[in-house]
C-alpha cells in the first residue's frame, strides 16, 4: 500500500550511486543476515563483512551468496586487504576475490603504512577487475591528518580509479573525521567539501548522532557508512524526516512556523 505524505524527501531506488547505505557485519549468523535481508535488503546498498571477520565467521561464503543474491554488494574489510599488503599475499587475496564472486573491494591503509603511491597503485591494478571503494584516514586514536593531505589523498585515489572514497572513523566512530567525542571535525569536513564533490564520498557514521549531522548538513541523499544491522530502519527514518532528529527538516518554513488550531477529521 502507498502511503501519501506530503515533503518527504525523494530517495533513488537501488542500483544507485547516492544516497547509499554501507552496513557494517561483525559477524552475523546466517539467520540474522536473512533477518537484515527480509527488512533491508531494498535499503542496503553494501555490505563490509568488518576488518578481518571474513577469516573467523563460519560459513562465509554462504552468507556472501545470501546478500548477493538479494542485490546486496559485499566486500571484505578494508583491514583484511592490509593484512595480505603487509604479507605480500596478494595472490591469495585475489585468489579469494575470484572464489567468493567478490565485485567489490576496500583498499585501505588505516593499519599499516603504506605510500600513497604504492596504495594508488593497488587501486589501479584492483580497479580492473572490481568496484573499488577506497578509504582515507588512520584508525588510531590521535593520528590527525592534515586538510590539504585529506584533500590530495582522495583526489589521487579518485584518479586511480576508487568509486567512491570512505572517510574513515572506524566501527566506534571516534576517530579519523571524528573527535574521539563522537563529534566531526567540523573544520576538516568543511575543507574536504570545499575541494571535492560530497558525492564522491562516503562518511563512516556509526552513531545516531552523527547520522544527524551529515543528513543535516547535506541532505537526505548523503552517503553513509558503518551503519549497524539493527540501525538500517531508524536511518531511513532520518533522512525521511519521519524521526525527532530531522523532522522538521525537510518542511517548507511556513508549514515549520505554522500552528496546529484545527483538524481535518475524517467521516
Known sequence: MKINLSYIPERPEKPRSNGLNMVMDKGLSLRQAQDLIEVSANLVDFVKLGFGTSFATPNVHDKIKLYQNAGIKVYLGGTFL??????????????????????????????????????????????????????VGSKEEGILIAPNKWKQ??????????????AEARESGTVGIYRPSG??????????????????????????SQQVFWIKLLGSNVNLGNIAPDDVIPLETLRLGLRGDTFFQFMPEDLVQADVTKLDFPK
Request: hydrophobic residues 45%.
Open 82 to 135: 592490509e593484512a595480505f599488503v603487509k604479507r605480500n599475499a596478494l595472490k591469495e587475496y585475489y585468489r579469494i576475490l575470484d572464489e567468493w564472486h567478490l565485485d567489490t573491494v576496500e583498499v585501505s591503509d588505516g593499519s599499516i603504512h603504506i605510500s600513497n603511491k604504492l596504495k594508488c597503485k593497488l587501486i589501479e591494478h584492483l580497479a580492473k577487475r572490481a568496484l573499488v571503494l577506497s578509504e
Open 153 to 166: 589523498m582522495i583526489k589521487d585515489e579518485r584518479n586511480a580509479g576508487a568509486w567512491k572514497v570512505i
Open 183 to 208: 563529534k566531526a571535525h567540523t573544520a576538516l569536513v568543511s575543507k574536504i567539501l570545499a575541494a571535492v564533490d560530497q558525492t564522491h564520498l562516503i562518511w563512516e557514521a556509526p552513531q545516531k
